[in-house]
């Protein structure tokens, strides 16, 4: 299967700080990615869409000022969580999307905010 | 009422058992049905996509899907443990971006 990797795995921060979580296709290229929210023994919510080279798509309720994506070429995007808090503490998880089957999923990344 | 529905368990077998996980669903507009699996802590993992109606096998995985009923099945043979994880059912409709997930089942085999 197609491979989409996750930068950092794991990042503990400050309130307030921002962090920055990279997500990438290493064997294909993605017009489109999604960017997932998972709570504990929950599934996925779908935070936005990010399309290549446009704005990201957000999902009712989510505050685009606070996520960032950013879709800069067509085997990366970026979420920013800008001025962390508490309870953006979550687990992000990435998927791209190689055809109208499939989406692969990245690793996730593990983020609490102290 | 949602537009997938996944029974979350916990669902408990015995280790060679054949396991079945099933998901319903609402829109009739849904033609893209896949299962994922997702073990503690890591990104989901495709298991199975098919398109349509029918049965599509793969090792020891079969997913069938009726679309008459507005349902979907996993079936998992000769259970191990490594299958112990959450499978989660997703379904699209032609030319939609995005998919529609349902709860997730928990499932441990026991050895």
């Known amino acids: 299967g197609a491979v989409v990797s996750q930068h950092p795995s794991r990042v503990i921060c400050k309130s307030g700080t921002s962090v920055k979580i990279e997500c990438r296709s290493l064997?294909?290229?993605?017009?489109?990615m999604f960017w997932y929210r998972q709570f504990p023994k929950k599934s996925l919510m779908l935070m936005a869409t990010?399309?290549?080279?446009?704005?990201?798509?957000?999902e009712q309720g989510v505050e685009k000022d606070k996520f960032l994506i950013n879709h800069a070429s067509l085997t990366l995007s970026t979420l920013t969580v800008t001025s962390a808090h508490p309870e953006d503490s979550s687990f992000y998880i990435c998927?791209?999307?190689?055809?109208?089957?499939?989406?692969?999923f990245g690793p996730g990344t593990r983020l609490l905010v102290l | 009422q949602k537009e997938v529905e996944q029974d979350p368990g916990p669902l408990s077998v015995p280790e060679g058992a054949i396991v079945s996980l099933n998901c319903t669903y609402s829109?009739?507009?849904?033609?893209?049905f896949m299962w994922y699996r997702q073990y503690s802590r890591k990104g989901p993992e495709l298991l199975m996509y098919?398109?349509?109606?029918g049965n599509k096998e793969d090792g020891r995985f079969t997913a069938q899907v009726d679309k008459s009923s507005k349902y979907i099945s996993l079936f998992i043979r000769d259970s191990q443990p490594s299958d112990s994880a959450t499978y989660l059912c997703?379904?699209?409709?032609?030319?939609?971006?995005?998919?529609?997930f349902g709860q997730g089942t928990r499932l441990t085999i026991n050895p």
């Open positions: 829109n009739s507009a849904f033609q893209y």
């Open positions: 064997d294909f290229q993605a017009t489109t």
């Open positions: 098919t398109y349509s109606s």
């Open positions: 990010s399309n290549e080279g446009s704005k990201a798509t957000y």
């Open positions: 997703a379904m699209s409709v032609q030319g939609a971006q995005k998919l529609v």
């Open positions: 998927s791209a999307k190689l055809n109208q089957e499939t989406q692969y």
